[in-house]
């Protein structure tokens, strides 16, 4: 199995920036995406993000495009997600996933899970 740890996160200001950090490791597997995903206390978990590892195509949720940028270390085994002009309302855990079924979207099955990262955007 696959290990990922998450890291990155904290307490910012309305506007700032944040660039989370997700590490795999243990075994090598043949990944077809990264995603990152987002809770929030009360509200159903979102898919923010993914990015394929066999072309390198990215996904956005609608409520982060043009602020999050989603890319990926491969000699690092690290995907990195880089929130600009954070909005109180992307306050949440933060989690990365690794799909393997071979579907490599945001809807696709994503079965290791990291332990998750605090953001919390609050002047």
């Known amino acids: 199995q696959v290990q990922l740890v998450e890291s990155g996160g904290g307490l910012v200001q309305p506007g700032g920036s944040l660039r989370l950090s997700c590490k795999a490791s243990?075994?090598?597997?043949?990944?077809?995406?990264i995603g990152w995903f987002r809770q929030a206390p009360g509200k159903e978990r979102e898919g923010v993000s993914c990015?394929?590892?066999?072309?390198?195509?990215?996904y956005y949720a609608d409520s982060v495009k043009g602020r999050f940028t989603i890319s990926r270390d491969n000699a690092k085994n690290t995907v990195y997600l880089q929130m600009n002009s954070l909005k109180p309302e992307d306050t949440a855990v933060y989690y990365c996933?690794?799909?393997?079924?071979?579907?490599?979207?945001?809807?696709?099955?994503?079965?290791?899970w990291g332990q998750g990262t605090q953001v919390t955007v609050s002047s």
């Open positions: 996933a690794v799909e393997t079924s071979g579907i490599a979207t945001i809807r696709g099955e994503y079965d290791y």
């Open positions: 243990g075994s090598t597997l043949d990944y077809s995406a």
């Open positions: 990015i394929s590892n066999s072309d390198g195509s990215t």
